[in-house]
């Protein structure tokens, strides 16, 4: 049940940004969104699986609906790093679906396939997302360019190491425990004096995610550290509660606010 609370956190959180930083809050996306989470819900509760399938249906439409945009010339190479969170948004539904049928895709149960689609919404296509946006128009772009694609190298050594090859998902694990607080301690302490509400949101989550990433460190190098809390999964409670009701939603909203203010107070 705590995994479906994640999710349906980051289905709300997920396509908000994507329709405000890269598709100009477009209406379709908006209503389509509304329907969708609508049908999910419904689902849910009855319970019915023959729903899930709008969840990757309505992924693709966001990613057609960008690549037909005309006021941005998508195939441009500077432009790629858009498409990540794209990319990001079908990985996780795919593996949303497969979970809601238990399909046992690359071996994965039920549990572990909600896992990836949890790492591919927050980690993926929420927090790649706001650096996408944030690589556009700003000193520190370069930086947060290269982050992006970093960030989906990490995710997916860490994806291939889960269930077959362990030293390549460290090499994951660590590769995200030290760049995801250095690109949000960046944000925090870089960003402009007047943001109040972005600099505090974002040290809220470089608080978080310090927190987060040392539970994972913990959890894949000290072999005897606790795995169970009252029966529920440690990493549940801590790294996941952590990184979806706080790390990433509070960086997204950072960025939002940055961007709210900014257009504020431009002529």
Request: aromatic share 16%; net charge positive; with cysteine.
């Amino acid at each position: 049940m705590i995994l479906y609370f994640f999710l349906g956190i980051g289905f709300v959180l997920a396509p908000l940004m994507t329709n405000r930083f890269f598709l100009n809050n477009s209406k379709v996306y908006s209503t389509a969104h509304k329907v969708v989470l609508s049908l999910l819900l419904v689902g849910a509760c009855l319970p019915v699986n023959h729903f899930a399938f709008m969840w990757p249906l309505f992924c693709v439409l966001g990613f057609i609906l960008y690549l037909v945009r005309k006021d941005r010339p998508v195939f441009f190479v500077r432009n790629w790093v858009h498409t990540i969170p794209f990319l990001f948004s079908l990985i996780s539904a795919t593996w949303f679906y497969a979970g809601v049928h238990d399909l046992q895709l690359l071996g994965y149960d039920r549990v572990w396939s909600f896992y990836a689609a949890l790492h591919g919404i927050f980690l993926g296509w929420l927090f790649v997302g706001s650096l996408a946006f944030l690589s556009a128009g700003r000193e520190l772009r370069r930086p947060y360019h290269f982050c992006c694609y970093l960030s989906f190298t990490f995710f997916l050594f860490v994806a291939l190491g889960i269930d077959g090859i362990p030293h390549v998902k460290r090499l994951g694990v660590i590769g995200l425990s030290i760049m995801v607080p250095m690109v949000v301690g960046a944000h925090a302490f870089m960003s402009h004096k007047g943001q109040r509400s972005s600099r505090w949101l974002s040290t809220l989550s470089f608080c978080s995610v310090i927190a987060s990433m040392s539970l994972a460190l913990l959890n894949e190098f000290w072999f005897s550290a606790p795995k169970l809390v009252h029966g529920i999964p440690l990493m549940v409670l801590g790294h996941g509660l952590l990184n979806s009701v706080i790390s990433i939603p509070c960086f997204f909203l950072a960025v939002r606010a940055e961007q709210a203010e900014l257009s504020h107070c431009s002529p």
